[in-house]
């Protein structure tokens, strides 16, 4: 890697930082962990403590990419609205605004608001007698 950009264009800038990042600094980030956490920590506190260096920021992609990725994970019910807000270091939401909860796709309901309707479907059934129908279709003939 030694950084000649000669043939370097925007389509291929974003993998040459990638390929900087998996080649160069990872080998080196992974030494050092190693020796921090042999180093620094007493063998009681390397059972609960470890070092890992971050580099989700050099990492990250362009930021359209970054927020498509995003609204799958939000739609799909695997990332809430805080689990996002905290990867790009904004303020989280409180959870009485909703900032914890995690949605499915549809109309955007809250995971336990779909497990509450689908028993309330359910109980609806085994409660309906069919005499709802009948009063409805007198209804329609008399009309």
Do not use: C, H
Request: no cysteine; glycine share 6%; charged share 30%.
């Amino acid at each position: 890697m030694v950084g000649d950009l000669e043939r370097a264009s925007f389509s291929n800038i974003e993998e040459q930082s990638l390929e900087f990042v998996k080649y160069t600094l990872n080998p080196w980030i992974s030494r050092w962990e190693q020796a921090i956490q042999r180093s620094l920590f007493l063998d009681s506190e390397k059972r609960e403590y470890f070092v890992k260096f971050n580099v989700d920021g050099i990492l990250r992609g362009d930021y359209e990419s970054r927020m498509n990725g995003y609204a799958t994970a939000r739609q799909n019910g695997w990332m809430s609205a805080n689990d996002i807000r905290e990867l790009e270091n904004m303020d989280l939401i409180p959870d009485e605004l909703g900032g914890n909860l995690y949605l499915i796709n549809g109309a955007l309901m809250s995971l336990s608001a779909s497990a509450a309707d689908s028993k309330s479907d359910k109980n609806k059934g085994k409660e309906d007698d069919g005499k709802d129908d009948e009063k409805s279709e007198e209804n329609v003939m008399e009309s």
